[in-house]
């Protein structure tokens, strides 16, 4: 079982942070939590990925919770252009041996000017 | 750098017809998968290739198959559409075939069955 559990949408406000929360309560030891997101019309796009640690990378940060189960994606500031479906993905190696990402149905983010 | 390239960019079919996609990975990458997303779902694994070897399949009849080139590019071939099958078919790129590098995609092709 692949699931996450994110809110079905958010909004948010130009250049403020905004927190977007997965649940993964049944997470493995060696499952990593992968964040794509997909803009309109447009196919999905990587945006950070880890596996205990908090991460951060030029896009954004990745909070991870200590029992790992839940994390959250965070953008520091949002831009008309952080408008999208945003995928919360585990990916357990070893399991079938492929890159497979199970999508769920993300959250959708409406950033208002 | 190009990107994931896919092509064509929209298709329209008619039931019971075949169809080919196309797919020009990121130069380097050695890993192809194909994703089917249907209007207002994510997107669903259909097919990893990897080194010209099929590596995984999702839960699609055996109507999809797929081949992937020496040069790295791939296809993906439907055959005897139907209505369902009407939907943005998406290619991923990725260095290697392990899951915890970085997923590339194309901007898809959009395929209508009518």
């Known amino acids: 079982d692949a699931k996450t559990t994110q809110p079905n949408s958010m909004e948010s406000n130009e250049e403020e942070p905004v927190h977007l929360p997965c649940n993964h309560s049944?997470?493995?030891?060696?499952?990593?939590i992968h964040w794509y997101r997909q803009l309109p019309s447009q196919g999905p796009e990587y945006v950070i990925h880890?596996?205990?640690s908090n991460v951060n990378n030029r896009m954004a940060s990745l909070a991870i919770a200590e029992d790992r189960k839940s994390s959250t994606l965070i953008l520091h500031r949002a831009t008309l252009r952080d408008a999208a479906v945003y995928y919360c993905?585990?990916?357990?190696?070893?399991?079938?041996?492929?890159?497979?990402?199970?999508f769920g149905t993300g959250t959708l983010l409406a950033v208002q000017p | 750098d190009a990107g994931v390239t896919q092509s064509p960019t929209h298709l329209i079919k008619t039931r019971g017809q075949h169809v080919t996609l196309r797919c020009s990975p990121i130069?380097?990458?050695?890993?192809v998968s194909w994703y089917q997303q249907v209007l207002g779902q994510g997107p669903q694994f259909i097919f990893q290739?990897?080194?010209?070897?099929?590596?995984g399949r999702g839960n699609f009849p055996d109507r999809f198959s797929a081949r992937q080139f020496p040069n790295y590019s791939s296809e993906l071939n439907v055959n005897a559409l139907l209505l369902g099958d009407s939907a943005l078919y998406l290619c991923?790129?990725?260095?290697?075939?392990?899951?915890?590098?970085?997923?590339?995609f194309g901007p898809g092709t959009r395929l209508t069955v009518t």
């Open positions: 991923a790129s990725s260095l290697e075939w392990q899951g915890f590098y970085e997923q590339y």
């Open positions: 049944t997470i493995s030891g060696t499952d990593y």
């Open positions: 880890g596996l205990t």
């Open positions: 993905i585990r990916y357990r190696p070893g399991s079938g041996a492929t890159n497979k990402l199970i």
């Open positions: 130069s380097g990458h050695k890993s």
């Open positions: 290739y990897y080194e010209k070897e099929e590596r």
